[in-house]
């Protein structure tokens, strides 16, 4: 199956930016979906932004909308998540996640959705 790493995580100040990459290896020809999830300290996991591989649909949570920034590399198999503006409530492990069907641009941030998931990567935010 598929297998997804991110990169690009790291500490930053509040109002400075990072750049994350899922590298996507093996069978991904099946993939159609790449999203993001974070997950902060003891909150559920929640969608941050999501695009399919040719970006003619794509799909922001409200809290990051105008601060984020998803593109794709297909030549690559990998997906970016452009993070400006960053705040300290942006703190969490993201996730990048993969999947085999589009339903629609509404189901981008339905977890139920993506078949694989990468291991995630620490994004912190100091005030």
């Known amino acids: 199956q598929a297998q997804l790493i991110e990169s690009g995580g790291g500490l930053v100040q509040a109002g400075g930016s990072l750049r994350l990459s899922c590298a996507a290896s093996?069978?991904?020809?099946?993939?159609?979906?790449m999203g993001w999830f974070r997950q902060a300290p003891g909150r559920e996991r929640e969608f941050v932004a999501a695009?399919?591989?040719?970006?003619?649909?794509?799909s922001y949570a409200d809290s990051v909308r105008g601060r984020f920034t998803v593109s794709t590399d297909n030549a690559k198999n990998t997906v970016f998540l452009q993070m400006n503006s960053l705040k300290p409530e942006d703190t969490a492990i993201y996730y990048c996640?993969?999947?085999?069907?589009?339903?629609?641009?509404?189901?981008?941030?339905?977890?139920?959705?993506?078949?694989?998931w990468g291991r995630g990567t620490q994004v912190t935010v100091s005030s």
């Open positions: 093996g069978p991904t020809s099946g993939i159609v979906t």
């Open positions: 695009t399919t591989w040719s970006t003619d649909r794509t």
């Open positions: 996640a993969a999947g085999r069907t589009y339903a629609g641009r509404a189901y981008l941030q339905d977890e139920s959705f993506y078949d694989y």
